[in-house]
């Protein structure tokens, strides 16, 4: 097997547990009688408090971040982002302090959950109401910046998600460990996926995804369903995260000969909110598998899956591989998460 891609991967921390399992869900797929096998890949075990797909993407961040010599990483997200979670959990690891920008109401600061655990490691936390957050942004971040930098303090700002230029390098390197649990893997000898599906939140693992099966030949098609926003909205920034990195890294990749794939229609009531069809679906993984999705990412993007492989949209697939994101700190916020009981 050849694995030499001569891919001039920028520097990476090793910060999470790889490889991440990938095995298939045959207990699940009798229970839903669907005709493709499904595969997940566990990327909610990229670590314990540090769990889930931000993980991968803040490999290449922090790295960057490191090396620009960041005392102070200020990075931003909703209340019970995981993004957030993540990298308030690594920045202390790593000896840097943190401070977080987040949108909520303060009726949703109530430190469960990721938040938390935000707060649990001591990060700076600053809330505010989404109007304000989206309206104000710009201007609440420069004087976050101010107040470290006059003390003598370098910050490094990651945008939300950690989707940008750098964040689409960490599915393109799980893209790399795919190909190799391909190769070496028994039970995935001579199996090729014919799609990979992942939640779309703020595009960067769909983004990294795209490239990363098309530098590493997995020909698959790749898949987001969107947990927010519209298709127009991830189609346009998954092409803006790759012009990004293919400006920063001066990498071959024909971006153009890029597919990207929205499925949308999963949102439901809105970001964070979720329909009893989810939990229903989240309850029959979690009770055939023994495997938990959230509601806001993953239990969402899974049902969406399901449900299109029942309208047949993936009638013409063998194999179909769904990357669990993480989410768990989510769904134990979660005030609805009893309905899982019944
Ligand atoms: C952030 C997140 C996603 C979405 O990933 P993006 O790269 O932001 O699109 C999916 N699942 C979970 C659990 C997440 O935290």
Redesign the pocket.
């Known amino acids: 097997m050849d694995f030499s891609h001569n891919l001039n991967y920028p520097p990476r921390l090793a910060l999470a547990q790889l490889p991440t399992p990938l095995h298939p869900l045959d207990r699940f797929r009798d229970a839903i009688g669907c005709k493709p096998r499904l595969w997940v890949k566990r990327d909610d075990m990229t670590g314990c408090t540090i769990s889930?797909?931000?993980v991968r993407k803040l490999e290449f961040t922090l790295a960057k971040a490191q090396q620009a010599g960041a005392d102070v990483i200020i990075t931003c997200g909703g209340v019970q982002s995981?993004?957030c979670r993540a990298t308030v959990m690594l920045a202390t690891q790593l000896g840097m302090k943190s401070h977080l920008l987040l949108r909520g109401e303060p009726e949703e600061l109530t430190y469960r959950g990721n938040h938390f655990l935000d707060a649990v490691v001591g990060a700076q936390m600053d809330c505010y109401p989404s109007r304000e957050f989206i309206s104000r942004f710009d201007e609440i971040l420069a004087q976050t910046q101010r107040h470290y930098e006059q003390q003598g303090l370098k910050t490094f700002f990651i945008p939300i998600?950690a989707?940008d230029g750098t964040g689409v390098w960490g599915y393109i390197h799980a893209c790399e460990e795919i190909q190799q649990q391909l190769a070496t893997l028994d039970e995935l000898k001579g199996i090729q996926f014919d799609d990979i599906v992942c939640?779309?939140?703020?595009?960067?693992?769909?983004a990294g995804l795209n490239a990363g099966v098309a530098l590493y030949k997995l020909g698959a098609r790749v898949w987001g369903i969107n947990v927010c926003d519209d298709e127009a909205y991830f189609l346009r920034k998954t092409r803006e995260d790759l012009d990004l990195w293919q400006q920063e890294y001066h990498t071959q990749l024909d971006l153009d000969s890029l597919q990207i794939r929205v499925i949308d229609g999963y949102v439901g009531p809105g970001y964070a909110k979720a329909e009893p069809p989810v939990y229903q679906t989240i309850k029959q993984l979690a009770t055939s598998e023994g495997i938990v999705l959230?509601q806001i990412?993953?239990g969402k993007a899974f049902h969406g899956l399901v449900s299109e492989i029942q309208k047949g949209r993936f009638d013409d697939a063998d194999h179909i591989l769904f990357i669990h994101?993480?989410?768990l700190f989510g769904l134990m916020a979660d005030d609805a998460n009893k309905k899982l009981l019944c």
């Not at 939640?199 to 769909?206: I, N, R, V, Y």
């Open positions: 889930g797909n931000k995981n993004h998600g989707s939640a779309a939140g703020s595009g960067g693992t769909l959230d990412y993953t994101t993480g989410g």
